[in-house]
């Protein structure tokens, strides 16, 4: 019971005073007033103090009282010698009564201070409760948690930390000093909070067991420094983390018994800490799973990509090695054109995989050069030659406009989007190779005439092995070109659109232009 | 290299043109008579006009699915089908299977192999119309009517169990059986468990393996089983 302890040098002051004032307010009329009335106004006295500053201060004003109505009112007066056995009597009836009296006063003082900070532990539990499960995020719960903590202290922050390889703040509230990396000495109290299973704090937060940090020489340490508790966050024997309440605390329901709350907050939050890393845990392992999937997507699109061309090849060596087989010149001849292009096919299947590694791997430096676009479509369009055969392509674009951009990147880029088109159109589709000016920008357009694009499918024709599914068996390819694409035109300066609708689709390169929009011709 | 145009009659179901023509010069230089089909469309069709002995199916089709084909033309007919697919899509040659296909091959595949098993495919295709009541593979007999038996001449004892399991793989000799196939068939419909499968092989293995005998059945990994019909 040290609720009213700091005080009770002022209690013993105040006490004295009014005792004397007492004793000359009723010392004239001491023969007047009946030595009963007098010693009523000393009990009275003595409960008023008692029920102030508590039981000490309480019992101390009983006995001074006690001597100064023996001293000042009982005959012999001005000597603390009694005559009258009658007069002992009451002054040891007056002392017992006072003292009782006075303990029960402030008993129940005591009594009432403590269900009320019972019901400030209560109420904010009850908020912290609240708090914490209003958040399905952990690391929100925790930060709510620090903002009950620092409300519920009246403390300037508090902060929640995760050991590791150092310690680290995962969430705060209040000062944003609050939110800084702890100290070499705090450091090491968290070890001692640690390993005390216990808080540890010092300076003014009334917190734990109380140390006194020692300033290294030339150096004062900051304010924070001086005040803080550190309170271990436990789930059974495993540490998950510290509460660092900072100092110091202010006129708060629990500032003479902050232990039962701390304790209530600590286990909330070191189950949220542990909430916290399970699931950075859970979401780790999901990134790890999805890695995992996209490599088997990848293993599947791939080795059927290198598969199909190695198998026509092996048909047509297997064909050409048969003894027993006396080949036409014309057989011969469709024999290696086979060879010949699947080796083409498959040497491209891998390049896309390669260029795919470089964009994301980030070793690929774009080199910038006024390029001029119409030969960029032009070439283009005899690289796909092959793949468009049947379809037909046609180039439109001014003579003189140049974009700054790399060119074999935008020309690979254009030959996947050209591509891309034949393998999406049938036979006898127009495939449009278009460029202009647009604003600051040259806009370079690939439209085709295909079935288009469902709007569902449309925001993420650029994402890896991304195949809409009614193609996805129709359509043989990587999956990887406008990944490629995409991946080419962003590093090399430009941008890159979709627009689709049931009569072809249409893919726009956005790219600087090479020279100022007035001095193009 | 005379085309002999009374040979066996072969529908090459591939959408890659070059693979389709290599496979079309070959097979016809072999004694074959070939049609081509680049889908799934014209396959059905040509499949009901040539009226092939056996058909070399490809899985990835622009129009359709191979699974698709060998379901639809599985309700009617019980010509030998020998699906071409390439490393990624083994599920699909699974399900290609167990929908009746009779054989698979993996692309990239030789000429030499891929003759060889259209040849055991059109064997199979002739033995299972007929109605056998005795099966001879190699030094194995086994007589239904009489529910017998023998290798080398002699009588090997199987429970009803491994004798059913050696049937079903005899009559289809040459075939690849999928797990599933074989435990609906041996187990009864609904019955997943390939370990009681495993089991069961391994013991008529065992039983199969005599001196001098061949070993018989081959594992295909992850697909099923296939007694080998190579006499």
Request: glycine share 8%; proline share 5%; net charge negative.
């Amino acid at each position: 019971m040290k609720d009213v302890n700091e005080n009770s040098l002022a209690g013993v002051l105040v006490s004295a005073a009014a005792t004397g004032l007492l004793v000359l307010g009723l010392h004239p009329f001491r023969s007047d007033l009946g030595l009963a009335n007098v010693g009523f106004l000393f009990l009275l006295l003595t409960l008023i103090i008692a029920s102030y500053w508590g039981r000490r201060v309480g019992l101390f004003e009983a006995v001074v009282a006690n001597l100064a109505f023996n001293f000042f009112f009982i005959d012999p007066v001005y000597r603390f010698t009694v005559d009258e056995p009658r007069n002992a009597l009451a002054l040891v009836v007056f002392l017992v009564v006072s003292v009782i009296s006075g303990t029960l006063i402030s008993m129940a003082r005591e009594a009432a201070t403590a269900a009320r900070a019972r019901q400030a532990e209560t109420e904010v539990a009850l908020a912290l409760s609240r708090a914490m499960s209003g958040h399905m995020e952990p690391r929100r719960a925790l930060e709510s948690l620090c903002r009950e903590v620092v409300a519920a202290f009246d403390a300037p922050g508090a902060a929640v930390l995760t050991p590791g390889g150092s310690w680290t703040v995962l969430a705060w509230a209040g000062d944003p000093a609050a939110a800084r990396e702890p100290s070499n000495e705090e450091t090491q109290l968290m070890s001692e909070a640690l390993a005390r299973h216990g808080p540890v704090g010092f300076g003014h937060t009334g917190l734990g067991r109380r140390r006194r940090i020692v300033p290294p020489k030339g150096r004062t340490l900051p304010q924070r420094e001086r005040d803080v508790a550190l309170v271990p966050l436990m789930v059974g024997d495993e540490v998950q983390g510290v509460l660092r309440l900072d100092g110091p605390i202010g006129a708060s329901p629990f500032r003479h018994e902050p232990m039962r709350l701390l304790s209530a907050v600590a286990s909330e939050a070191a189950v949220a800490v542990q909430r916290a890393q399970l699931g950075q845990a859970a979401a780790h392992a999901e990134a790890l799973r999805e890695a995992d999937e996209l490599k088997t997507a990848l293993m599947a699109s791939i080795s059927h990509d290198l598969k199909t061309p190695l198998a026509a090849i092996k048909a047509a060596i297997t064909s050409i090695l048969d003894r027993n087989i006396a080949w036409t010149q014309e057989d011969m001849v469709a024999f290696h054109e086979t060879i010949d292009s699947q080796a083409d096919r498959l040497n491209r299947v891998i390049s896309d995989i390669l260029d795919l590694n470089r964009i994301e791997a980030g070793t690929l430096t774009p080199d910038e050069t006024p390029v001029r676009v119409l030969e960029l479509l032009q070439d283009a369009r005899d690289v796909t030659a092959f793949e468009t055969r049947g379809r037909v392509v046609t180039v439109e674009a001014p003579p003189e406009l140049r974009v700054l951009a790399d060119e074999s990147l935008i020309r690979q880029a254009l030959v996947n989007l050209i591509e891309n088109a034949a393998k999406y159109s049938t036979h006898d589709a127009e495939i449009q190779l278009k460029a202009r000016i647009q604003g600051n920008e040259a806009l370079i357009t690939v439209q085709d005439e295909g079935p288009g694009i469902a709007p569902e499918d449309l925001p993420y024709v650029f994402e890896r092995f991304y195949r809409a599914e009614e193609h996805s068996r129709r359509v043989k390819g990587s999956g990887l070109g406008l990944t490629i694409v995409k991946g080419f035109v962003e590093l090399s300066g430009g941008k890159v659109r979709v627009e689709s609708s049931p009569a072809g689709t249409r893919f726009s390169i956005s790219l600087p232009l090479a020279t100022p929009v007035g001095a193009t011709v | 290299m005379s085309e002999v145009r009374s040979g066996p009659r072969v529908l090459v179901v591939e959408d890659e043109a070059q693979i389709r023509y290599a496979l079309r010069r070959y097979l016809e230089s072999n004694g074959y008579q070939v049609r081509e089909a680049e889908d799934g469309a014209t396959a059905l069709r040509e499949f009901e006009l040539f009226k092939p002995d056996v058909m070399l199916l490809d899985l990835m089709l622009p129009d359709m699915g191979g699974v698709d084909i060998v379901r639809e033309l599985r309700q009617t007919h019980e010509t030998p089908i020998v699906v071409l697919s390439a490393m990624g899509d083994e599920r699909t040659k699974v399900s290609a299977l167990d929908e009746g296909a009779d054989d698979y091959l993996t692309k990239p595949v030789g000429m030499e192999e891929l003759l060889a098993r259209l040849r055991v495919a059109l064997r199979h295709g002739t033995r299972s119309s007929g109605k056998d009541a005795r099966i001879s593979i190699g030094e194995l007999v086994v007589d239904v009517d009489r529910r017998l038996v023998t290798l080398q001449g002699n009588e090997v004892h199987l429970t009803p169990t491994e004798y059913a399991l050696l049937k079903y793989l005899a009559v289809h000799a040459g075939k690849v059986l999928t797990h599933t196939m074989i435990l609906r068939e041996v187990w009864g419909a609904g019955y997943t468990d390939t370990a009681v499968l495993r089991t069961a092989m391994n013991q008529l293995r065992a039983k199969l393996d005599v001196d001098g005998a061949k070993p018989l059945i081959r594992t295909e990994p992850r697909i099923g089983y296939r007694l080998l019909d190579e006499a």
